[in-house]
């Protein structure tokens, strides 16, 4: 792998490794990354491994290799301290909620340490604390060279650093916000390479989608409401029209967000526009958008801050008359709510072409690898998903013992996945494999629901401390459960992947069923529709692929380590009463398997932990 990473980075072109847990794939691209003399870019699907390369593995190789080169970690810049916001709120504080101006606060103190500007690094407040809209900048929002902080801007310096820099770290949602951004023509962020390097590349198809799109939320719309009351209040107070029509406006988004009912809900923008009502509330929206437009006219005389906001006030008003349109093929338009927003989608349904180009006209050479890039031990459907013909691909086993270490249940007897007595099923087992591994599981869902049952029926049936998803942050619940050491986790999507739990306090995963998005998903139907009209097979090449992808990143959060040891269970009949069962066990490592749960609960109740 290393080999053919380093060819790449001396001759381009494309290279695409599956590397199983444990096979070093991290030092397999750094070294070629830090010998050659190119510049390399890196993107990491996630912060932790952007962070985790930055901080951790890159200091220790270059150590190791005796080489002094130069580098950066770029993220994108909601994650910088943006002072230039950050005095304006201070100054005229946006909300009467207790949170944000205690978060607001700490910020400001923050404000007065810190080198990098990096929020990360501000103790206190988390990755979704409400403060950060309020002391971050958008692309939307910032105001670029006219910004009188500019001279000091944190994201300014980060960007100018990475330009310098031989090797930079960046997450693929920077990477492909900023191909957005250059296609629009604006100022970008991320400095251009000789290499670019995607490491969790299973997730490059999804983000691709989404950057390629369009989104159209009413949360941005709220933003920029917020914004311009700022201005209003400190700037230009007298202009007592200005401050009717932005209640106007707010009232009218809350409004628009109602006619969709509860949140979590996703739907078919298509279906949506033939309800009157909701027509009638989007059209509500842009009419006050409008009478914005034309108040904040009057007042571009006042204020030079007015604007940018006016400019984005216009555009705004573009995409939402946009979101009426929706005659173009080979697009998904669909929409998801939040308990305050609702958000419009766009949704190419084939990136392969778009990437590509994108491929081709950077001129780079391009490496792609994961854990989870194959299905069936081919990667086939991840080339194709993104229209690549590498010149070198391989799939690298896990160096582990599978074997010995893991052994895989699917138990008998279970109810149908969509049977009623499914989640009480699913206590009896958590409870069972809970008191055998003495604790030490993750409970891995596909729906809240089916978790919320589970958690009421085992949390104050075991002994043993048991935390779930939402109950704080997805970092902290981490912490406290490997503090513990004994300790239980409910989790759903998020929890599937970018989770790395060794030793001791992880011995068993159970998993409650097959990983397929739902048929109702209007993404997924869309695309399975388009695949049906390409001639293609819609279960097989999308649907299948999808979810063994996902069951192999859930899978992969057991063994961690040479000396790991563990069980999987997977509640769901059809791994062996359907025939695409085989594609899902032919994806997984080779455990021993059992359809025995005993055989399962003996093995948890003979591994010592103190040999792992
Ligand atoms: S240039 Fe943009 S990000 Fe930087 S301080 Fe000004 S508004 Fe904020």
Same mark, same amino acid.
């Given at each position: 792998?290393?080999?053919?990473?380093?060819?790449?980075?001396?001759?381009?072109?494309?290279?695409?490794?599956?590397?199983?847990?444990?096979?070093?794939?991290?030092?397999?691209?750094?070294?070629?990354?830090?010998?050659?003399?190119?510049?390399?870019?890196?993107?990491?699907?996630?912060?932790?491994?952007?962070?985790?390369?930055?901080?951790?593995?890159?200091?220790?190789?270059?150590?190791?290799?005796?080489?002094?080169?130069?580098?950066?970690?770029?993220?994108?810049?909601?994650?910088?301290?943006?002072?230039?916001?950050?005095?304006?709120?201070?100054?005229?504080?946006?909300?009467?909620?207790?949170?944000?101006?205690?978060?607001?606060?700490?910020?400001?103190?923050?404000?007065?340490?810190?080198?990098?500007?990096?929020?990360?690094?501000?103790?206190?407040?988390?990755?979704?604390?409400?403060?950060?809209?309020?002391?971050?900048?958008?692309?939307?929002?910032?105001?670029?060279?006219?910004?009188?902080?500019?001279?000091?801007?944190?994201?300014?310096?980060?960007?100018?650093?990475?330009?310098?820099?031989?090797?930079?770290?960046?997450?693929?949602?920077?990477?492909?916000?900023?191909?957005?951004?250059?296609?629009?023509?604006?100022?970008?962020?991320?400095?251009?390479?000789?290499?670019?390097?995607?490491?969790?590349?299973?997730?490059?198809?999804?983000?691709?989608?989404?950057?390629?799109?369009?989104?159209?939320?009413?949360?941005?719309?709220?933003?920029?409401?917020?914004?311009?009351?700022?201005?209003?209040?400190?700037?230009?107070?007298?202009?007592?029209?200005?401050?009717?029509?932005?209640?106007?406006?707010?009232?009218?988004?809350?409004?628009?967000?109602?006619?969709?009912?509860?949140?979590?809900?996703?739907?078919?923008?298509?279906?949506?526009?033939?309800?009157?009502?909701?027509?009638?509330?989007?059209?509500?929206?842009?009419?006050?958008?409008?009478?914005?437009?034309?108040?904040?006219?009057?007042?571009?005389?006042?204020?030079?801050?007015?604007?940018?906001?006016?400019?984005?006030?216009?555009?705004?008003?573009?995409?939402?008359?946009?979101?009426?349109?929706?005659?173009?093929?080979?697009?998904?338009?669909?929409?998801?709510?939040?308990?305050?927003?609702?958000?419009?989608?766009?949704?190419?349904?084939? /990136?392969?072409? =778009?990437?590509?180009? *994108?491929?081709?006209?950077?001129?780079?050479?391009?490496? %792609? #690898? !994961?854990?989870?890039?194959?299905?069936?031990?081919?990667?086939?459907?991840?080339?194709?998903?993104?229209?690549?013909?590498?010149?070198?691909?391989?799939?690298?086993?896990?160096?582990?013992?599978?074997?010995?270490?893991?052994?895989?249940?699917?138990?008998?007897?279970?109810?149908?996945?969509?049977?009623?007595?499914?989640?009480?099923?699913?206590?009896?087992?958590?409870?069972?494999?809970?008191?055998?591994?003495?604790?030490?599981?993750?409970?891995?869902?596909?729906?809240?629901?089916?978790?919320?049952?589970?958690?009421?029926?085992?949390?104050?049936?075991?002994?043993?401390?048991?935390?779930?998803?939402?109950?704080?942050?997805?970092?902290?619940?981490?912490?406290?459960?490997?503090?513990?050491?004994?300790?239980?986790?409910?989790?759903?999507?998020?929890?599937?992947?970018? /989770?790395?739990? =060794?030793?001791?306090? *992880?011995?068993?995963?159970?998993?409650?069923?097959?990983? %397929? #998005? !739902?048929?109702?998903?209007?993404?997924?139907?869309?695309?399975?529709?388009?695949?049906?009209?390409?001639?293609?097979?819609?279960?097989?090449?999308?649907?299948?692929?999808?979810?063994?992808?996902?069951?192999?990143?859930?899978?992969?959060?057991?063994?961690?380590?040479?000396?790991?040891?563990?069980?999987?269970?997977?509640?769901?009949?059809?791994?062996?009463?359907?025939?695409?069962?085989?594609?899902?066990?032919?994806?997984?490592?080779?455990?021993?398997?059992?359809?025995?749960?005993?055989?399962?609960?003996?093995?948890?109740?003979?591994?010592?932990?103190?040999?792992?």
């Amino acid at each position: 792998m290393a080999v053919a990473i380093d060819n790449i980075v001396k001759n381009g072109g494309q290279c695409v490794v599956e590397a199983g847990t444990g096979t070093g794939k991290t030092f397999a691209y750094l070294v070629p990354a830090l010998v050659n003399n190119n510049k390399v870019v890196i993107s990491t699907g996630s912060k932790a491994l952007q962070e985790q390369l930055f901080h951790r593995d890159l200091p220790s190789l270059l150590k190791a290799l005796k080489k002094g080169r130069k580098t950066a970690l770029l993220k994108g810049r909601a994650n910088y301290l943006c002072t230039y916001r950050l005095n304006q709120h201070v100054a005229h504080v946006p909300t009467d909620d207790s949170d944000v101006m205690h978060q607001l606060a700490m910020v400001a103190k923050f404000a007065t340490e810190t080198q990098s500007g990096d929020l990360a690094d501000c103790v206190g407040i988390e990755e979704d604390a409400k403060v950060l809209p309020y002391v971050s900048s958008t692309a939307d929002n910032c105001l670029g060279k006219e910004c009188p902080d500019f001279a000091e801007c944190y994201v300014r310096k980060a960007r100018l650093k990475a330009m310098e820099a031989d090797l930079v770290v960046i997450n693929h949602h920077l990477f492909f916000a900023d191909m957005a951004v250059k296609d629009s023509g604006f100022a970008e962020l991320m400095p251009t390479a000789d290499t670019y390097i995607f490491d969790e590349a299973h997730q490059v198809n999804e983000i691709a989608s989404d950057y390629f799109g369009e989104t159209i939320s009413t949360k941005q719309l709220q933003d920029l409401v917020n914004d311009i009351r700022v201005i209003y209040l400190s700037d230009i107070p007298d202009m007592l029209q200005l401050g009717k029509t932005l209640n106007k406006l707010t009232t009218s988004i809350a409004d628009l967000r109602l006619v969709f009912g509860g949140d979590g809900a996703r739907g078919d923008w298509r279906e949506a526009l033939q309800d009157k009502v909701i027509c009638e509330a989007l059209h509500r929206v842009i009419s006050n958008l409008d009478f914005l437009y034309k108040v904040l006219k009057l007042c571009l005389d006042r204020t030079e801050k007015i604007e940018h906001p006016f400019e984005r006030v216009l555009a705004f008003k573009g995409q939402l008359e946009r979101a009426f349109d929706v005659t173009q093929t080979g697009y998904s338009y669909w929409f998801e709510t939040t308990r305050r927003f609702v958000t419009i989608h766009i949704t190419p349904l084939d /990136v392969s072409r =778009r990437f590509q180009e *994108l491929v081709t006209k950077t001129e780079a050479g391009f490496v %792609f #690898t !994961s854990a989870t890039l194959s299905v069936d031990n081919s990667l086939t459907h991840f080339n194709s998903s993104l229209g690549l013909k590498p010149e070198f691909h391989k799939i690298v086993d896990s160096p582990f013992d599978y074997k010995k270490q893991a052994l895989l249940c699917l138990p008998r007897y279970l109810p149908e996945t969509k049977d009623e007595l499914m989640p009480h099923s699913l206590v009896k087992i958590a409870k069972s494999v809970i008191k055998a591994a003495q604790g030490r599981t993750f409970l891995l869902f596909t729906s809240y629901r089916v978790m919320h049952l589970v958690y009421e029926g085992i949390s104050t049936a075991t002994e043993y401390p048991v935390f779930m998803q939402g109950q704080s942050s997805k970092r902290i619940i981490l912490e406290q459960f490997v503090r513990h050491g004994n300790a239980v986790l409910l989790g759903t999507a998020s929890f599937w992947e970018g /989770v790395d739990v =060794r030793g001791d306090a *992880l011995s068993c995963v159970v998993i409650d069923k097959l990983p %397929f #998005t !739902s048929p109702d998903d209007p993404l997924l139907q869309a695309k399975m529709k388009d695949a049906e009209i390409s001639g293609k097979e819609p279960f097989e090449d999308i649907q299948l692929p999808q979810a063994v992808i996902a069951l192999k990143q859930g899978v992969g959060r057991l063994i961690r380590d040479r000396s790991d040891k563990g069980v999987l269970i997977i509640c769901d009949n059809r791994l062996v009463t359907r025939k695409y069962g085989e594609t899902f066990i032919k994806s997984l490592p080779d455990m021993t398997r059992t359809r025995d749960l005993d055989k399962a609960l003996n093995f948890l109740e003979n591994i010592d932990t103190h040999e792992t």
